[in-house]
């Protein structure tokens, strides 16, 4: 070969290898849709704490590239707002990975915006069980509705508890609950005596929860959003005749979400839930996250929804190292899939053929320890899938028994 030639075919290598450097030097760009104003901004004020964490312990560059997050207020449930909060960001910011979607309703309508453009969507807090169904290119690191349904009513069902009456917030994610918790509880025999949907901005329960007293099952099974709903819930139930008629509260963890778990008083102990996370989960995992948060943020408690966030920051970092830096929407999803970790919440997994989580569903009893209210997990279901997607929507875990420190 001529000298010529070989300083052609060399030129080509260095001018080839520089723009391939170039092109993974340039930002990694992140949209962050989630409600910061309103009703419901503990979602992205949440969401954003955990990724500024995270960044900070972890550094802000990954596989070469800075990671940028450019955030998009939707102001709670405006699936109007965040399907043009995403167009903007795609098509004016050119992000990379879209993330957030504290609520269903706003995760289905940017869904379609993600297959169009083929960039990856991380779902931190949305949990109706379709949402994934909704996009090839959408990830989830919170939870589907049905996981902590169907937890709650087999422990329920084997621990004493024969009839229930059901109460949801009237939107996608209290019809799943709702619907699995009377497929499971009902399946194992079981009977639901009656159920009722709630608005979603409701702020006095008094008029369904003396429907429940009246009804007199043993158990009062509900979900409402965490935060203020679920605050306004708790208040109604305490002045309720439920405690009277001798019906023990029970429900999704939602329900005593730490982020206002103090405000309850002590007359929300001993209220039953299953959920994925407490801040009082026991685990070097989860100390560090929870020192660090608090640290942080002084005064401020860390909850499922900072999880959702911590979690999906991890696995965007995690699949980044794996693709060296490529965010493309088929090699992110394709590196995604079976991907495990150890969360603050225990042991995860993206399930490779749903891309939702699996993870363990905790059963939790409110306590007072040291002065303070908290979440005390006593029981576990291990590396529960979503029962919407499982065949036969069947419950599936790995095993189950008391929690051991």
Known sequence: MKFGTLAAVAAAVVSTATVLGTAQAKDLKIGLIAP?????AQYGTQFKRAIDLYMKEHGDTVAGRKVQVIIRDDGGINPATAKRDAQQLLVQDKVDILAGFGFTPNAFSVAPLATQFKVPMIV???????ITEKSPYILRTSM????????????AYEHGTKSAYVLVADYAPGVDWQGEFTKQFTSLGGKVVGDVRAPVNTVDYAPYLERIANAKPSAAAMFVPGGQPGLALIKSIENSNLKKANVEPIGAGDLTDETVLQSYGDGAVGYITAFHYSEAHVSPENKAFVEGFKKAYP????????????DGINLIYKVLEKTRGDASGDAFIAAAKGMKWESPRGPVE?????????????????????????NTEFFVYKAVK?????????????????VTP
Do not use: C, H
């Open 144 to 155: 589907t509705m049905q996981q902590s349904a169907a937890a709650m009513a087999q422990y």
């Open 350 to 374: 993206i399930d490779p053929q749903t891309r939702d989580i699996i993870q363990n569903e905790y059963i939790r009893k409110v306590e007072k320890v040291d002065g303070q209210l908290q």
């Open 386 to 402: 979503d029962p919407g997607k499982t065949p036969g929507n069947k419950f599936e875990f790995s095993g189950s028994g008391p």
């Open 36 to 40: 910061f104003t309103g009703q419901q």
């Open 124 to 130: 931190m807090n949305a949990a109706t069980s379709s």
């Open 299 to 310: 005064g401020q408690s860390a909850d499922f929804v900072a999880v959702g966030g911590w």
